[in-house]
């Protein structure tokens, strides 16, 4: 897979953004500093945030001699769907505060290449707009609200729009004491709105810790993933799983599929990185369904590295939203085949085919101990 061009003919190629982390530098200087750390900041001391990219740099990967791998196949089956890649963009909400094209023009993107999108309740375009510009799986992720008739229409505009799943977040009673958010006093700016919501829904979204506060639904149990799929008839995703018991009873619940998450970093701080509790999920799921991760994947590598240790596939939330703030649509799509093509390299390096041919002796037992990372 070729990585289109992020900037003009003529530019040398030096200047191209080559990896998650210089799209991330390109949006630094070109958003706002409240708006930089809204996006890339994480709760309390921030040591969840900093674990999850450190654990993944500190694995170590088994090379292979002479792998005799011409070109690898690198696509993926979930819940039925054929990904040309073990990768999808996980919800994050509010894409226009990067650029004005917002999630349709991320869906666009995604769709070039045949990835899946996972648009958030809190997406700044309406779902059925984001439907219209994508030409790939989408999966829409939705909150419990104590005004349980908002959860429920948004699962049924889902199935009307042609979304594939639903991806319930089990991880946010509220959204976790942000303190970049706190010292910076961030508000979403006027001209963005929680366009699915209504009026009465997002009063108050303005100020996302206070509007969970009062709107999310704290007493909501597993028993909503029946109601999820009764209304919406569509399988049901649990994310926000880090442990085997949580994954039992996603299980019990009657979950399509898990997705190993921290949130990013943003709500529990002191939780263990994303790759960390995998083994401990993949363990207790034994095969029964698909299992996901999001949190700290930075590189092709980190995509092989998370599959080593059983997961099926990973979602990127911040790098979509840095190459979307870097250049649009052509950003995220540039980003998503950086990622794509250092992944299939690293099957060839590490002597792997296919995906299915991924295991744990990939990666070297045990993994070393990792530093802890400022994340400024």
Same mark, same amino acid.
């Given at each position: 897979?070729?990585?289109?061009?992020?900037? /003009?003919?003529?530019?040398?190629?030096a200047a191209q953004p080559l990896t998650v982390?210089?799209?991330?530098?390109?949006?630094?200087?070109?958003?706002?500093?409240?708006?930089?750390?809204?996006?890339?900041?994480?709760?309390?001391r921030e040591r969840t945030l900093a674990a999850?990219?450190?654990?993944?740099?500190?694995? +170590?990967?088994?090379?292979?001699?002479? /792998?005799?791998?011409?070109?690898?196949?690198?696509?993926?089956?979930?819940?039925?769907?054929?990904?040309?890649?073990?990768?999808?963009?996980?919800?994050?909400?509010?894409?226009?505060?990067?650029?004005?094209?917002?999630?349709?023009?991320?869906?666009?993107?995604?769709?070039? *290449?045949?990835?899946?999108?996972?648009?958030?309740?809190?997406?700044?375009?309406?779902?059925?707009?984001?439907?219209?510009?994508?030409?790939? /799986?989408?999966?829409?992720?939705?909150?419990?609200?104590?005004?349980?008739?908002?959860?429920?229409?948004?699962?049924?505009?889902?199935?009307?729009?042609?979304?594939?799943?639903?991806?319930?977040?089990?991880d946010t009673p509220f959204t976790g004491r @942000?303190? @970049?958010?706190?010292?910076?006093?961030?508000?979403?700016?006027?001209?963005?709105?929680?366009?699915? *919501?209504?009026?009465?829904?997002?009063?108050?979204?303005?100020?996302?810790?206070?509007?969970? +506060?009062?709107?999310?639904?704290?007493?909501?149990?597993?028993?909503?993933?029946?109601?999820?799929?009764?209304?919406?008839?569509?399988? !049901?995703?649990?994310?926000?799983?880090?442990?085997?018991?949580?994954?039992?009873?996603?299980?019990?619940?009657?979950?399509?599929?898990?997705? !190993?998450?921290?949130?990013?970093?943003?709500?529990?701080?002191?939780? #263990?990185?994303?790759?960390?509790?995998?083994?401990?999920?993949?363990?207790?799921?034994?095969? +029964?369904? #698909?299992?996901? *991760?999001?949190?700290?994947?930075?590189?092709?590598?980190?995509?092989?590295?998370?599959?080593?240790?059983?997961?099926?596939? !990973?979602?990127?939330? @911040? #790098?979509?939203?840095?190459?979307?703030?870097?250049?649009?649509?052509?950003?995220?799509?540039? $980003?998503?085949?950086?990622?794509?093509?250092?992944?299939?390299?690293? $099957? !060839?390096?590490?002597?792997?085919?296919?995906?299915?041919?991924?295991?744990?002796?990939?990666?070297?037992? #045990?993994?070393?101990?990792?530093?802890?990372?400022?994340?400024?």
């Amino acid at each position: 897979m070729t990585a289109p061009a992020l900037r /003009p003919p003529g530019v040398p190629a030096a200047a191209q953004p080559l990896t998650v982390a210089d799209f991330a530098a390109l949006a630094r200087e070109r958003l706002p500093a409240d708006v930089w750390d809204f996006i890339a900041g994480g709760a309390g001391r921030e040591r969840t945030l900093a674990a999850n990219e450190a654990v993944f740099e500190a694995a +170590r990967l088994r090379p292979r001699a002479l /792998p005799g791998i011409e070109e690898p196949g690198t696509s993926v089956e979930v819940l039925g769907s054929r990904w040309p890649a073990p990768l999808g963009i996980a919800p994050v909400a509010y894409h226009e505060l990067v650029h004005p094209d917002g999630e349709s023009g991320t869906a666009r993107a995604a769709g070039d *290449l045949g990835l899946p999108l996972v648009v958030s309740t809190f997406s700044s375009r309406r779902l059925e707009e984001v439907a219209a510009a994508a030409t790939a /799986p989408l999966w829409l992720q939705v909150y419990c609200f104590r005004d349980t008739a908002t959860t429920l229409d948004l699962a049924r505009r889902a199935r009307a729009s042609g979304y594939q799943a639903l991806v319930l977040t089990t991880d946010t009673p509220f959204t976790g004491r @942000r303190l @970049r958010d706190l010292r910076n006093d961030f508000r979403i700016p006027g001209h963005i709105a929680a366009a699915n *919501l209504s009026e009465t829904a997002a009063a108050g979204a303005a100020t996302p810790g206070a509007h969970s +506060r009062h709107a999310f639904d704290r007493s909501t149990g597993w028993s909503v993933v029946a109601r999820l799929r009764a209304e919406s008839g569509l399988p !049901v995703l649990a994310k926000g799983v880090l442990t085997a018991r949580d994954a039992e009873a996603a299980l019990a619940a009657g979950v399509a599929g898990i997705v !190993v998450s921290n949130h990013g970093g943003r709500q529990l701080d002191g939780a #263990p990185a994303t790759l960390e509790a995998l083994p401990e999920v993949v363990a207790a799921v034994r095969g +029964r369904c #698909p299992v996901l *991760l999001d949190g700290g994947v930075r590189t092709g590598a980190d995509v092989l590295v998370a599959l080593a240790l059983g997961a099926r596939a !990973v979602l990127v939330g @911040r #790098p979509a939203l840095y190459a979307l703030a870097a250049d649009g649509a052509a950003g995220v799509r540039r $980003m998503l085949s950086l990622l794509t093509e250092e992944f299939a390299e690293t $099957m !060839v390096l590490t002597g792997h085919a296919t995906p299915d041919a991924i295991g744990p002796d990939t990666v070297l037992p #045990p993994v070393p101990p990792y530093p802890a990372r400022s994340h400024g």
